[in-house]
């Protein structure tokens, strides 16, 4: 006989080097060490080489500061997405890019030359360009930097840069390929324009916040003969009252558009006759705080279509117009400024006669385009009448709203004049408000049809395209839609330095402007040799082709245009810069993922120039994500002391954190974020982490290749659990393909707390710990155990990029280096809805177990469960159903005896176990005492110990 094992050394207790403490913030740049050590990005590349194609196509950040907690989610999001589909089997390559160019970058450039008491316009451009250039590349560095440090794969030595000579001279292509169909046009058009930084501005960079104008309502006085709207006007002292909140804007007034469906109606009010639309009389006269207000006449709008009104007090005639853009309120002050997206305000104001300057405001421009007024603006770059303005030549417009206010109240046309809160459109860099001014820009129209491709105009094309694209959420079509039904032609020239020229030339001789695609690509060649630069750098007859002649005027002389391209064109180009130009990739993209403030930005731009291209939109899904605000639902700002830096929260608990929270938060509505919201994330990591753990520490010494059990020999429970995690593989692998992380998230973390924490884990213990090292128990919980951590590695990695990877190394006999080379688990396809069913009836009976034992435990009848017995009274049916499982049931429950008994009533009762604790597993049993060689241990131990015995 051996000598008795010492009982201690025979549990077989868990072990890992799977740490229980991450310690992220150490952990995380070694292992990003060790990817980039053993490129693994590469490596990804190589695995998948020869499978199907997933194309997320990056939208560029712009590359001029630090990230923020927006920029970190949006690569975060982006990471996902490419994880997850490399991890379904595709070949998912993603390339970062940079938004190199643009305003920003000058103006930041320029106050560090201000700084040194310098200016820009005393440095040649190319020097300039250089200091931008300059700017951006550091700016980008750290951005990279950061990007890499959050877990995100890309080619990050390799990204695209608007900036690069390639990249530059695609973007030049382009615009000729534009010109080429015939989009392209130059002209005198009303734009956004900042007269702070003196350029003309793209939707997109126009935000809006709350602004007071001075709001007046000013009377008109009729031309026309009264008697051709009404025989009972024939006589009177008639006036057509207007409503506006820039009064800035009525020096260049030309006109009065009215709806001509709409009732007006003509107020007597003491000796004067007011024409305003009638829905808005009674609303007008008291705000201006008339008595006795008669009506004397009502009439449609039609009525007025063509007659004459006389200028508030310029000796001019103000046309009176029919428009259907016209509506009746608060509207009014916007539609002048071609905005009708947003607006604020109760109460109405307005008369239903708007005040058209065809040189300040988009609508004003289309209807006096149709009826023939001149594009008049009187306003100069730097927001200054010019000198042929009456009274106010000179001013600066703002300053100039008090003045005119006053001016009208002396010359006695002003009714009434108040302070308007309203929202009004404010520039994105400089936070001035903007004006809308007419200039002329070169612009890409969106109704012209294209001379060649498809003979179809954008829009037209834009609309049926829009059609064809997935958005997710499914709301993203009718916005897009919306935006390109209404979008005014656009404006591609701005006023600045640092961007792609507008590689246009004017004949010195006849004026002529040479814009033509066949010189545009001669000079995107050198472009593509010497960067942009070339434009400044280069004479103009160095630019164009050798001997090119004027074609009108047979001149020689050129000289080059000082505009260059809109920021969102260089943008928008990437489909076709980056797409076409780099062999993993393709156009269209499969995906577009960014957030919902590039309806009007990216998404546009880069449709735009997917058509002009291909005549197909550049993508075949687009997704967008809401804003991160802070814990109580408000916008983060920098100052305002509730940002929260994504760096600091890499330090603190590390970048799994930002990548749980941004899958743990519903992406379709703003996210919050608070010190409060991140710790209940890291106690979901928490979770996360010591499930793998456990697994992790139960498989020590298993080997899955040749100790796996078969399915059909496993314990039931254990199969119970496979048939719950290829559930849950489902759900996941769904949201991943639908790009619902929070649906993945809440899965794995469901799966994670209640399936596996709260019933299989606790189940299983015992079985792990007491059972045999060798027993067909053991290894049937064990080959469950490996692959529940296996598959839960792999579902995890997309997001906890980090933590998945490490728990894989951890895994035994792994066959690939790295969880982000592997697949996501394939599901088996059986049907195990009745072990699923069957399963959740004994969990049910067991909730009310445990609450049994809790409350015994608590009346201190029972100290731990192990010392309980269960009697259980439950009705015929159960109680057949339980006998099936009668010998599980005392595991189940973690109870040393239950017993099952048939009865009307349901009820658990809780006594004390029967016999005496056991020394190795601690449950109470009868048979104690039975063994001479081991006398303090029960019957299952003595089984167990005589295999390890035999083992040994
Ligand atoms: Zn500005
Ligand atoms: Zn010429
Ligand atoms: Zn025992």
Known sequence: MTEPLELKKTVNLPKTAFAQKANLGQSEPARLKKWNDAKLYEQIREARKGAEKFILHDGPPYANADIHLGTALNKILKDFVVKS????????????????????????????????????????????RRLCREHAEHAMDGQT???????????????????????????????????????VYKGLRPVYWCVHDQTALAEAEVEYKEHTSPSVYVKFPLASDAKLIDEKLDGKNVFVV????????????????????????????????????????????????????????????????????????????SLLMNGDHVTLGEADAEVELGVREERTGAGKSGTGCVHTAPGHGHDDFVIGRQYDLEVYCPV?????????????????IFDANPKIVEFLREKGVLLFTENYNHRYPHCWRCKNPVIYRATPQWFISMDAIAKTGAEISLRANAVSEVKKVKWHPNWGEGR?????????????????????????????????????AKIVNHVAD??????????????????????????????????????????WFDSGSSCVAVLETRDNLQFPADVYFEGGDQFRGWFNSSLMCGLAAHDIAPYKQVVTYGWVVDGEGKQMHKTGGNAVSPNEVVQKSGAEIIRLWASAMDSTQDMRVSEEILSRIVDAYRK???????????????????????????????????????????????????????????????????TLSARYFDIIKDRLYIFAPNSLERRSAQTALYKIADNLSRLLAPILAFTADEAWENLPHQ???????????????????????????????????????????????????????????????????????????????IVSQVEVHEGDKFNVEIQKADGAKCERCWNYSVRVGASEKYPTVCERCVGALDEIEKAV
């Open 526 to 567: 050198i472009f593509l040799k010497e960067t942009a630069d070339a434009w400044y750098n280069r004479e103009a007859k160095d630019l164009l082709p050798e001997n090119f002649k004027c074609p009108k005027c047979e001149g020689a002389e050129f000289i080059k245009e000082t505009d260059i391209l809109d920021v």
């Open 145 to 183: 930097r950061d990007f890499m440090r959050l877990g995100v794969f890309g080619e990050w030595e390799n990204p695209y840069l608007t900036m690069s000579n390639e990249y530059e001279s695609e973007t030049a292509r382009l615009f000729g390929r534009f010109l080429e169909r015939g989009y």
């Open 688 to 754: 996360f982490r010591n499930t793998l753990r456990y697994a992790l520490g139960n498989l020590d010494g298993f080997n899955p290749d040749t100790e796996t059990v078969a399915l059909s020999e496993m314990q039931e429970i254990d199969r119970w659990a496979l048939a719950s995690l290829d559930e849950a593989t489902e759900k996941v692998i769904k949201g991943y393909e639908i790009y619902n992380f929070q649906a993945v998230y809440q899965t794995l973390y469901n799966f994670v707390t209640v």
């Open 380 to 396: 100069d770059n730097a927001g200054r009448f010019t000198a042929d303005v009456e009274y106010f030549g000179g001013e600066n």
């Open 480 to 516: 897009m839609a919306n935006m390109l039904k209404n979008r005014p032609d656009w404006c591609v020239s701005r006023q600045r330095s640092w961007g792609v020229p507008i590689p246009v030339f004017y004949c010195q001789g006849c004026d002529e402007a040479i814009a033509d």
């Open 242 to 317: 207007i409503w506006t909140t820039t009064p800035w804007t009525l020096p260049a007034n030309l006109g009065i558009t009215v709806h001509p469906d709409f009732d007006y109606s003509a107020i007597e009010v003491g000796a004067e006759v007011y024409i305003v639309a009638s829905e808005l009389a009674k609303s007008f006269a008291e705000t201006c705080g008339f008595e006795n207000v008669k009506e004397i006449a009502r009439f449609k709008g039609a009525k007025l279509d063509k007659l004459e009104a006389k200028h508030a007090w310029l000796d001019r005639v």
């Open 85 to 128: 589909h490399s991890m379904m089997g595709f070949d998912a390559p993603y390339i970062p890019g940079y938004d190199c160019h643009g305003l920003p970058i000058e103006t930041y450039v320029e106050k560090k030359l201000a700084a040194k008491g310098k200016n820009k316009n005393d440095l040649p451009v190319a020097t300039f």
């Open 815 to 893: 066959k690939v280096a790295s969880v982000h080379l592997a697949e996501f688990p394939k599901v088996s396809g059986a049907d195990d809805s009745q072990l699923l069913s069957d399963w959740e009836r004994i969990f049910s009976i067991r909730d009310d177990v445990l609450k049994a034992l809790e409350e015994a435990r608590n009346a201190k009848q029972i100290g731990s469960s192990l010392e309980a017995k269960v009697i259980l009274t439950v009705d015929k049916d159960t109680t057949y159903f339980l006998l099936s499982y009668f010998e599980d049931l005392r595991y189940i429950f």
